[in-house]
C-alpha cells in the first residue's frame, strides 16, 4: 500500500458524458501528479500540481483538466469523453514534487467508455 | 528523438533462473533513472533509482540495475527469480530539464514454476 488512494476504482460511462477522478496523495505529500496508462498510448504523464498550483503539463487533451485543492486533494475531470479515452488512469504523489523524488502510485482508476 | 527503449515486450523465465530486463535511453545529457514494477490490478511501485555515483544500484526485492553510460543503457537485474516476480516492469527516466517521468513501453514477466 502507497498511501494514495484513489476513487473510484472503476467507472463505466458513455461516449460524451464526463467524469471525475479524485486521488489522495499521501501525508505530507505536497506534489501529485496524474498519468493515462492506455494500450495505444503506453504510461503518459499528464500534469503535475503541487500545493495547488499546476507546475507541469504533458500530453494533456483539452477535454481534460485537474485541480488539487487546499486539502491536497486532486481531481481530474474528462470531460466529452471517447472510446479512446477508456485507460487506466493513474495518481501519483511525492513530498516536494522535485526531480528524481520518489512517486508513489496510487492503484488507479479503470475507465471504460462505451 | 528523444525515447526510453524496452525492446522486450515479453520474457519468459524459469523460477530460480536469472533474469535481465533491457532498458535503453536517448537523451542528450544522462536523465535519472528508474524501474518501476506493475503487478496485476496494483499500481507501480519503485524498485530503484539512479542519479549518480556508483553505476551499481541495489533495489528492494532483490533487484538490481546497472548503468552504462557507453551503452545508454541501464538493465535490470535479478540472479533468482521467484514465481511472485510475475509483473510488467517499466524503466522511467526524468530528463536533465524537467522533473516529470517519461516511461518505457514496458516488459511483461511470466514466471514458471
Known amino acids: ?114 | 528523438a528523444q525515447s526510453v527503449t524496452q525492446p522486450d515486450i515479453h520474457i519468459t523465465v524459469s523460477e530460480g533462473a536469472s533474469l535481465e530486463l533491457r532498458c535503453n535511453y536517448s537523451y542528450g545529457a544522462t536523465p535519472y533513472l528508474f524501474w518501476y514494477v506493475q503487478s496485476p490490478g496494483q499500481g507501480l511501485q519503485l524498485l530503484l533509482k539512479y542519479f549518480s555515483g556508483d553505476t551499481l544500484v541495489q533495489g528492494i526485492k532483490g533487484f538490481e540495475a546497472e548503468f552504462k553510460r557507453s551503452q545508454s543503457s541501464f538493465n535490470l537485474r535479478k540472479p533468482s527469480v521467484h514465481w511472485s516476480d510475475a509483473a510488467e516492469y517499466f524503466c522511467a527516466v526524468v530528463p536533465y530539464n524537467t522533473d516529470k517521468l517519461i516511461f518505457g513501453t514496458g516488459t511483461r514477466l511470466q514466471v514458471f514454476p
Open chain 1, 1 to 114: 500500500d502507497s498511501g494514495v488512494t484513489q476513487t473510484p476504482k472503476h467507472l463505466i460511462t458513455a461516449t460524451g458524458q464526463r467524469v471525475t477522478l479524485r486521488c489522495s496523495p499521501r501525508s505530507g505529500d505536497l506534489s501529485v501528479y496524474w498519468y493515462q496508462q492506455s494500450l495505444d498510448q503506453g504510461l503518459q504523464f499528464l500534469i503535475q500540481y503541487y500545493n495547488g498550483e499546476e507546475r507541469a503539463k504533458g500530453n494533456i487533451l483539452e477535454r481534460f483538466s485537474a485541480q488539487q485543492f487546499p486539502d491536497l486533494h486532486s481531481e481530474l475531470n474528462l470531460s466529452s469523453l471517447e472510446l479512446g479515452d477508456s485507460a487506466l488512469y493513474f495518481c501519483a504523489s511525492s513530498v516536494r514534487g522535485e526531480r528524481g523524488e520518489t512517486q508513489y502510485f496510487g492503484p488507479g482508476t479503470r475507465l471504460l467508455v462505451l
